[in-house]
């Protein structure tokens, strides 16, 4: 990203901001994509070698044209609602490239997911798991695909408010219990988990 003064007038990436505010008015969101870029570069060169696949939070930011330009560059959409998954569906994703997260999901949302069998569905504690597993005698013809978000009892060291990763924390399941769901999800034939999710806190340097 380049921000830089010419002829006294503000420009981000080459691009003049009274240009900006001419063709689309004040105020106005600006956003840099070489920026973006430089980020999902610098995410890839961590993970390279490893088998990995990277969402975006759609909670972040659900901009119709971010979420086009960061499906053509081939990452995913974490969403936790439903407005969030048909956003997701308008900026071309289809259902295999989402995620359903969070805490606080709606018997719609599972419906919702499951009927258009979307990548996987992060399980956030063991009575949504039992929902869950209702549900999939229901939908005996789709494969639901979970990730259990497991709590991990650390100290991210960030604002208590803003730390999800605590055994006091409401988030996430403890190792005792994913390993009871994992067990019972053994007598559930089209439900799948395949993976785990850790949230511990947000604002970390």
Do not use: W
Not at 174 to 186: D, M, R, S, Y
Request: proline share 2%; charged share 20%; net charge neutral.
């Amino acid at each position: 990203m380049q921000l830089n003064v010419d002829g006294n007038v503000l420009h981000l990436d080459g691009v003049s901001f009274l240009q900006i505010a001419r063709e689309f008015g004040t105020p106005t969101y600006i956003y840099s994509q070489a920026m973006i870029q430089d980020k999902i570069k610098a995410a890839e060169k961590v993970l390279d070698g490893l088998d990995y696949h990277i969402s975006f939070a759609m909670k972040a930011n659900s901009n119709i044209n971010i979420l086009n330009f960061l499906r053509s560059r081939g990452l995913g959409a974490d969403a936790v609602s439903l407005g969030e998954m048909k956003a997701a569906e308008r900026a071309g994703y289809t259902p295999d490239k989402i995620i359903l997260n969070g805490n606080g999901k709606t018997m719609e949302e599972f419906h919702y997911a499951i009927s258009k069998s979307i990548f996987a569905i992060n399980v956030d504690s063991y009575e949504e798991f039992q929902t869950l597993k209702l549900l999939a005698k229901q939908y005996k013809n789709h494969e639901i695909t979970l990730f259990l978000r497991i709590n991990p009892d650390i100290d991210p060291k960030t604002h208590p408010y803003i730390s999800t990763g605590l055994r006091k924390n409401k988030f996430g399941i403890n190792f005792k219990v994913g390993t009871h769901i994992l067990q019972e999800a053994e007598e559930c034939k089209n439900l799948r988990i395949c993976g785990c999710h850790m949230h511990i806190g947000s604002q970390l340097l």
